[in-house]
């Protein structure tokens, strides 16, 4: 009995520790994702929309999200020279890496001798952080200014300032010089000297090689594991999964995969694998964004190598970037977790004769070579009109990409009015190019209701996004759904391996602050789509308080008519993946006639041209989007089009449902109750001379409406449920005291 008792609870416990696991089920086959038309599905036919986060700062590493830090540049073949009057001897110490040792101007400092020191890089360099020690205080330059040139003949002045201290360090924007020239320009008894001259960049690629250089290629990639595996870990993808997330776009520097003589390494998909194989086990898809290419493929810090910008123009960038997405793509065939290559991020091409739909043709046509199934991921940077359409180049299963900010960050109508362009740019090329569509990085800052309107507007046509970032060591402007660790970051190139890793232990994620109110507000859009209105009637007001009209079906349909009838109602019907249509009270529907004449109400079924996306602009504001383009009221002076291609004051209306009484603005004009007062039946007949429809609302004097019905023709109302007393009745503008005994 025992025996078998204790059989009995070691069965019990195998079911406790498997069930999650269980319940936890990996992505399959059927989970495998493509661009069907203008959606992303799964092989089962399913619309899967995405939308998640970017994992800002782990494989691609910013210095203000993340604790990076500067990386010293490379001096071996720098040199120097001096002013007149200077002492020549001792010059290399000021390159030495040792503090104690010193080049001494041999001379007390004096602002008229002219004293400077050049310092030859040998060739341009790019940095924004230039750092002088003097051997102590008082040999500091009294007062100074610091310039850079190309050249060693074209100045340009970038700080000035004073030598209270024996460091010296001067923060300017990034920068590309081969000459630095430091000028003292003060008087003092003690001389000048200089210990150490350094210049940093805080930018990926330069700090990648900074402790490459310090350590060795094997020894600094570890390094980077370990700040890598306490960045991102699985409470982090726990707590995406929570917030109902589907996708990580993951944001991944080349060097991650490649050594700098172009060669992929032999640990090179040991993070990408991690987070795959994590993110499948939570049914999480992963976007795997090249954040920054060999060379440099737009000039900013934010892509991994700041000023530079060589892809464009060197072939020997252009080459690895195609073996690297080659290697990537080998590696992930038929990895179903994997939603989407993201070829680079923010490219931005300065050649005009070699644009960026040249360079993502390339890399296109490479990968299909040995993966023919994985949807491409291409970014309309700065915006649509910077790329081609997938019809101009062939290319199929694509998902294309654009990245929405506004940086008049305290401006609420600023921001409002980019919402309306951006979700009407994105819905548009989607509708026309009949492509899927991603905001693969967005912020709307402090204001979560602009927030609430983008996702939701997304979500109404099945678009995707993810906000920048997850977590983020800024505390303002809602850079993150953690925020806020102002913890020292380690000095890459004096602190031990032991203190680095000790500096970057206090950078986990719990040691960040929850930014709840923007996790509630996004977690609030991560579910299903929500369609408005279906089978509700409406009716749509322009911003001159004129109406829709179906024009009964006879005539082309216009937005003319100020008083709100049948005409002007519209009931909402689901046209599938995203689309309704809208059918007139003739019982016919709503057609765009693809935009290439006015709009009529004269359709039996629903086509392609009668169906619309419902672009949710929030506060019952929306536009429609029909084949041809957005509908617009053409200022009510002719009949209206839907041929616009973005969202102005004529493509915006103000909706309410007809049942509501919502600015219903009806004139009953021959309309009689009786009998008025009501006695003990509460029997309420009506009766008018026209066939509209109008709703009737009862009010008691506290204002609360307390009946309501939709009412035609003739007939009765029974108001038996309402106590003896004083109402007012509305129907349409017209209003009557009614008595009730």
Known sequence: MQKYLSKSILLVLLLVIVMPLQAQEGFTSDDFLNA??????NQLGEVVPLRGTNLGSWLSMEYWIGPL?????????WSCSFSETLSKDNMNYIFD???????????PQSSSEGQYVIIDCGKGVVFDKISFISQNADEAPVSYTVSVSGNGSAWTEVSWGNGTSKYVDVYIGAIEAQYVRIAQNGD??????????????????????????????????????YYQDLWITTTDLDSIKAMGMNMVRVPFYWMEIMNNDGTIKTDAFKQLDWVVAECSQRQIY?????HGAPGGLDGYITSGQAVTNDLWYDEESQQRTINLWKAVAEHFVGEPAVAAYDLMNEPVSTNSSFTISDMYDIIYKAVREVDTDHMISVQAFYNFSMIDDPSTRG????????????????????????????????????????????????????????????????????????????????????????????????????????MIKEKWDKFTTNKFYRNADLI????????????????????????????????????????????????????????????????GNNGKYVSSNNGISSMTCDKDEIGESEKFYWVDLANNQLALLGVGGFVSMEGGSIPITANRTNIDGWEVFNWAERSTGIEDEMLADNFKLYPNPLRTDKILNYSMTDNRRYQLSVYNTGGAKVYSEDISGGGQINLAELNPGIYLIKVGQRKEKLVIY
């Open 36 to 41: 069907d038309g203008p959606v992303i599905k």
């Open 69 to 77: 830090g500067y990386g010293m540049i490379d001096r071996t073949d």
């Open 97 to 107: 890496g040792d503090d104690a040792t010193c080049w001494n101007s041999g001379v």
């Open 188 to 225: 003092s008894e003690f001389n000048w000297s200089i210990a150490e001259f350094n210049l940093y960049m805080n930018d990926d690629f330069t700090v990648r090689n900074a402790t490459y250089n310090r350590f060795g290629v094997t020894k600094a990639d570890e390094l980077w594991d």
């Open 286 to 290: 992963v976007v795997l964004d090249l």
């Open 395 to 498: 290319w199929e299963n694509m998902l294309y990409q654009a990245h929405y900010y506004n940086t008049d960050f305290y401006n609420w109508d600023s921001q409002n009015g980019f919402i309306n362009y951006a979700l009407g740019d994105m819905a548009w090329h989607q509708q026309h190019w009949n492509i899927p569509v991603l905001a693969g990085e967005y912020n709307f800052w402090g204001f979560l209701d602009l927030w609430a309107k983008w996702m939701n507007g997304i979500n109404g046509f099945n678009g995707s996004w993810s906000n920048w970032t997850y977590k983020n060591m800024t505390s303002d402007k809602n850079w993150g759904l953690y925020l806020g660790n102002s913890n020292v970051v380690p000095d890459l190139n004096l602190d031990s391996e032991e």
């Open 520 to 583: 509630d507000t996004v977690s609030s859009y991560t579910q299903s789509n929500t369609y408005k209105a279906i089978g509700k009637i409406i009716y749509l007001k322009a911003y001159n308080s004129t109406y829709i009209s179906s024009e009964n079906g006879v005539s082309a349909m216009t937005c003319s008519t100020t008083k709100l009838t049948d005409l002007e109602c519209f009931t909402v019907e689901d046209a599938g993946e995203g689309k309704i249509a809208l059918k």
